[in-house]
């Protein structure tokens, strides 16, 4: 062997053993790629992943005492969404993203105590075929006269054909419903 390889030796069989101090199966160090098990989700590179857009009007939503829509003296409550973000993974033929929306909640001049469901709907298109529709509820509790409550909105399971996604929109926002439409 030639002496500068020898002098990178310590240096390669450390490497070897720090990754194998990482990877969650000590066989790899010795035989990378032979782990017993096949993987079924591959990650996907976040430029292929569909962004997650709002729609006109749905990043706001406000509740009002019963005969007051639109006088601001019986508002309930307002929400406001802050940021989306999403995460991407193939498993077999599918795209399964996770999508996370974060916002605030806070109380108007009819606020009450207690638990505010917010209508949050995620959506995704391709042109105007619906692959994805979801519409839930996130629960943010709220007190009288207290500081606006942050909220943060994690869906895990929007699946559609992984072909669709170079075309494909997703769109999350706020939706009053009704719960039973796509």
Not at 14 to 29: F, K, M, N, Q, Y
Not at 95 to 122: D, F, H, M, Y
Not at 149 to 160: E, G, H, K, P, R
Request: with cysteine.
């Amino acid at each position: 062997m030639s002496q500068s390889l020898l002098r990178f030796a310590p240096v390669l069989i450390s490497a070897a053993l720090i990754a194998g101090c990482t990877s969650a199966d000590p066989r790899a160090v010795l035989s990378p790629g032979a782990t017993g098990q096949q993987a079924t989700d591959v990650a996907v590179v976040q430029g292929a992943c569909p962004e997650v857009l709002l729609r006109e009007g749905t990043a706001y939503y406000t509740t009002y005492a019963k005969g007051g829509d639109g006088d601001p003296a019986k508002v309930i409550h307002q929400a406001s969404i802050s940021d989306t973000t999403r995460q991407c993974r193939i498993s077999g033929d599918q795209l399964v993203i996770t999508v996370v929306v974060t916002g605030r909640v806070v109380g108007g001049p009819q606020a009450k105590s207690g638990e505010v469901n917010l209508p949050l709907r995620v959506v995704a298109l391709d042109g105007e075929t619906v692959l994805y529709s979801e519409l839930q509820k996130q629960p943010v509790m709220m007190s009288v006269g207290g500081p606006a409550q942050q909220f943060i909105y994690t869906n895990a399971s929007v699946t559609f054909p992984a072909g669709a996604s170079r075309t494909a929109k997703l769109y999350a926002g706020f939706d009053p419903g009704p719960y039973n439409t796509p």
